[in-house]
């Protein structure tokens, strides 16, 4: 069987369950392999029986082509191929990684979430323009008000979207359509998580398919101090997939065109006030598709349906898994680069992939 085919059979098979602030000094953390002794394991959930950061190992090979059929190739629609990485640990809680945000305006030190409820912290290492891998990574579990891991609450684990509002994380639970806010500034991946309340029509999104993308509006851009979160797979009576303005000037509802059975994975929004919506669906004949939507950010007002152009997409014939986060930052240079992280859903047929690429003007 070729490499191309059954990287097509694992992931049709594994595609059915898709579900610049002051930082303080982390406490030392001691290296760790795997994570320790669990209590009673939920189903399909991976627990933490400490509330402390760990360092973890996490290896990387280099993806030196994104095209298999061209490997000469590195323009795909408006993005340029950087780089990429196949990241592996032998820290059997690393995977799942869901959503992905820089910490700094390099793209080097970066704040990750597992669905299973875990924080990944650390940096992306550089030669040039291009990822040769990852240092300092730790991992740690989400704290819950109460100090212990948001995964001691059965289904309290699928921690699918995140966000940053200064030292504050927002980071949606789809399976229970809940949304927590931690603030970092007190003792960043061991601050503890509060409920944050969501319109009610978010807590009533189909299982499974609820808050995938969140996205907070800064200052200077239309609906400045709004945090819009968008559904996965959440539909209107047209179809279309429902998003929700919380908080701002403007707090309300509005929807996305959903166009060639496509369901949002994640979001992020560009200075030049675009929001960038990361897309992906799957089919037992082509296996996974992805692909980036530009949406402009004036268009989003409570009531609108919202289009826009795509600007990449990729198949199975590409490196791609089961891509669920996208961030962006701006180089010295004036470049806008896209970071996107895969999910492996902690399948050894699947992989943890991290691609970077250039937004071409």
Not at 5 to 14: E, I, V
Not at 111 to 140: C, H, K, P
Not at 151 to 161: A, F, V
Not at 186 to 208: I, Q, S
């Given at each position: 069987?070729?490499t191309?085919s059954?990287?097509r059979?694992?992931?049709?098979?594994?595609?059915?369950?898709?579900?610049t602030f002051?930082?303080?000094?982390?406490?030392r953390?001691?290296?760790v392999?795997?994570?320790?002794?669990?209590?009673?394991?939920i189903p399909g959930?991976?627990?933490?029986?400490?509330t402390e950061?760990v360092?973890?190992e996490?290896?990387?090979?280099?993806?030196?082509?994104?095209e298999?059929?061209d490997r000469?190739?590195?323009?795909?629609?408006?993005?340029?191929?950087?780089s990429?990485?196949?990241l592996?640990s032998?820290?059997?809680?690393?995977?799942?990684?869901?959503?992905?945000?820089f910490?700094d305006?390099k793209?080097?030190r970066f704040?990750a979430i597992s669905?299973q409820g875990?924080?990944?912290?650390?940096?992306?290492?550089?030669?040039?323009?291009?990822?040769?891998?990852?240092?300092d990574?730790?991992?740690?579990p989400?704290?819950g008000a109460?100090?212990?891991?948001?995964?001691d609450k059965?289904?309290?684990?699928?921690t699918?979207?995140?966000?940053?509002?200064?030292s504050f994380?927002?980071v949606?639970?789809e399976?229970?359509n809940?949304?927590?806010?931690?603030d970092?500034?007190?003792?960043f991946?061991?601050?503890?998580?509060?409920?944050?309340?969501l319109?009610?029509?978010?807590?009533?999104l189909p299982?499974?398919?609820g808050?995938?993308?969140?996205?907070v509006v800064?200052k200077?851009?239309?609906?400045a101090?709004t945090?819009?979160?968008?559904?996965e797979?959440?539909?209107?009576a047209?179809?279309?997939l429902?998003?929700?303005l919380v908080?701002g000037?403007?707090?309300?509802?509005?929807?996305?065109?959903r166009?060639?059975?496509?369901?949002i994975?994640?979001?992020?929004?560009?200075?030049?006030?675009e929001l960038?919506i990361?897309e992906?669906?799957f089919?037992?004949?082509?296996?996974?598709?992805?692909?980036i939507?530009?949406?402009?950010?004036?268009?989003i007002v409570?009531?609108?349906?919202?289009?826009?152009?795509?600007l990449?997409?990729?198949d199975?014939?590409?490196?791609?898994d089961?891509?669920?986060?996208?961030?962006a930052h701006?180089?010295?240079?004036?470049?806008?680069?896209?970071?996107l992280?895969?999910?492996?859903?902690?399948?050894l047929l699947?992989?943890?992939?991290l691609?970077q690429?250039?937004?071409?003007e």
């Amino acid at each position: 069987m070729s490499t191309l085919s059954s990287r097509r059979s694992f992931l049709g098979q594994a595609a059915a369950g898709f579900s610049t602030f002051a930082i303080p000094t982390l406490a030392r953390a001691q290296p760790v392999t795997e994570p320790p002794p669990k209590a009673a394991q939920i189903p399909g959930q991976v627990e933490h029986a400490v509330t402390e950061p760990v360092a973890i190992e996490v290896n990387a090979r280099q993806i030196p082509a994104f095209e298999q059929r061209d490997r000469s190739r590195v323009r795909f629609g408006s993005l340029n191929y950087r780089s990429g990485l196949v990241l592996t640990s032998p820290y059997r809680g690393f995977g799942g990684l869901s959503g992905i945000r820089f910490l700094d305006a390099k793209g080097e030190r970066f704040l990750a979430i597992s669905d299973q409820g875990a924080w990944f912290t650390g940096r992306i290492r550089y030669d040039g323009r291009s990822m040769v891998g990852l240092a300092d990574v730790e991992a740690a579990p989400m704290l819950g008000a109460g100090g212990r891991p948001i995964t001691d609450k059965r289904l309290w684990y699928d921690t699918e979207s995140i966000a940053l509002d200064g030292s504050f994380v927002y980071v949606g639970l789809e399976r229970v359509n809940q949304l927590m806010r931690f603030d970092f500034a007190k003792g960043f991946t061991r601050a503890r998580g509060e409920v944050v309340p969501l319109p009610p029509a978010a807590r009533k999104l189909p299982y499974n398919k609820g808050l995938e993308a969140l996205v907070v509006v800064p200052k200077g851009q239309p609906l400045a101090g709004t945090l819009i979160a968008l559904s996965e797979g959440g539909l209107d009576a047209d179809g279309n997939l429902i998003a929700f303005l919380v908080g701002g000037p403007t707090p309300g509802q509005f929807s996305v065109r959903r166009t060639d059975k496509q369901f949002i994975s994640d979001a992020v929004l560009l200075p030049s006030g675009e929001l960038l919506i990361l897309e992906r669906k799957f089919s037992w004949f082509t296996g996974i598709n992805i692909r980036i939507r530009a949406i402009p950010l004036k268009s989003i007002v409570p009531g609108a349906l919202v289009d826009g152009p795509v600007l990449f997409s990729a198949d199975l014939g590409h490196e791609v898994d089961n891509m669920e986060g996208i961030d962006a930052h701006v180089t010295p240079e004036g470049e806008t680069v896209l970071t996107l992280v895969s999910d492996d859903n902690f399948s050894l047929l699947q992989r943890t992939l991290l691609l970077q690429f250039t937004l071409v003007e």
